[in-house]
């Protein structure tokens, strides 16, 4: 069965940080590019981040760019992300996403992120003012 779990979300108060994490089961973790996506309330879902199966580049959306991270631990089938100086407006469920053919992360960021294969159920991430 294929699972992707996220967990680290919470409250965090503006500025702060939080790591979520990304567990993968049930398929070749190596073959898959691996996303981070947000939805906020009443918005379109987003790619946030991106890590490419091919290389491991990593891509990010401009509005987070030097204040994310991205990383892949293979050996747990797990990826992350490092959100840092968050702001009140990135309130929102944050998903990460596998998928086999998107393997330069092309499209995360376009509307062809609803091709992706796998989502995970979410997981929230609250920031205060």
């Known amino acids: 069965e294929v699972q992707l779990v996220e967990s680290g979300g919470g409250l965090v108060q503006a500025g702060g940080s939080l790591r979520l994490s990304c567990a993968a089961s049930?398929?070749?973790?190596?073959?898959?590019?691996i996303g981070w996506f947000r939805q906020a309330p009443g918005k379109e879902r987003e790619g946030v981040s991106c890590i490419s199966s091919s290389d491991g580049s990593t891509y990010y959306a401009d509005s987070v760019k030097g204040r994310f991270t991205i990383s892949s631990d293979n050996a747990k089938n797990t990826v992350y992300l490092q959100m840092n100086s968050v702001k009140p407006e990135e309130t929102a469920v944050y998903y990460c996403?596998?998928?086999?053919?998107?393997?330069?992360?092309?499209?995360?960021?376009?509307?062809?992120?609803?091709?992706?294969?796998?989502w995970g159920q979410g997981t929230q991430v609250t920031v205060s003012s």
């Open positions: 996403a596998a998928d086999p053919v998107d393997r330069e992360c092309d499209y995360y960021s376009d509307p062809r992120m609803t091709l992706y294969q796998y």
């Open positions: 049930g398929f070749t973790f190596d073959d898959y590019a």
